[in-house]
Nanobody
Framework: QVRLVESGGGLVQPGGSLRLSCAVS????????MGWHRQAPGKQRELVAF???????NYVDSVKGRFTISRDNAKNTVYLQMNNLKPEDTGVYYC??????WGKGTQVTVSS
C-alpha cells in the first residue's frame, strides 16, 4: 500500500518562503515520477511542479523562478521550495506519486 504524507505548510506573509515535503512509503519511489498540485478555494486542482524519475523538472508558468521541486531517492521524499510567495499561491498542496496515488494535502496560506 502506497502512502504519502505531506508536511511544511502554514501561514506566511507575501514575499516569504516555505518548504513542503512529501514522504512516500510502500512503493518504489526512485522509479516513479512525482508531482505537486494545488487547489485554491473554488478552483480546480492544478499541477504546480513535476519531477521525473530522471530528475527532469517542469513548472506551471505562474511559479517559474520562484518554486523549485527536488527529490531525495535515499529518503523517498520529494520537496517543493517556495520563495517569494504571493497571495494567489494560497491553497491546499497535494503530492502525487506516479499516476494514481495522492497525499491528503497540506494548507498553504499567503496573507499579511
Amino acid at each position: 500500500q502506497v502512502r504519502l504524507v505531506e508536511s511544511g505548510g502554514g501561514l506566511v506573509q507575501p514575499g516569504g518562503s516555505l518548504r513542503l515535503s512529501c514522504a512516500v512509503s510502500g512503493g518504489i519511489f526512485s522509479l516513479n515520477d512525482m508531482g505537486w498540485h494545488r487547489q485554491a478555494p473554488g478552483k480546480q486542482r492544478e499541477l504546480v511542479a513535476f519531477i521525473t524519475r530522471t530528475h527532469l523538472e517542469n513548472y506551471v508558468d505562474s511559479v517559474k523562478g520562484r518554486f523549485t521541486i527536488s527529490r531525495d531517492n535515499a529518503k523517498n521524499t520529494v520537496y517543493l521550495q517556495m520563495n517569494n510567495l504571493k497571495p494567489e499561491d494560497t491553497g491546499v498542496y497535494y503530492c502525487k506519486y506516479g499516476l494514481e496515488y495522492w497525499g491528503k494535502g497540506t494548507q498553504v496560506t499567503v496573507s499579511s
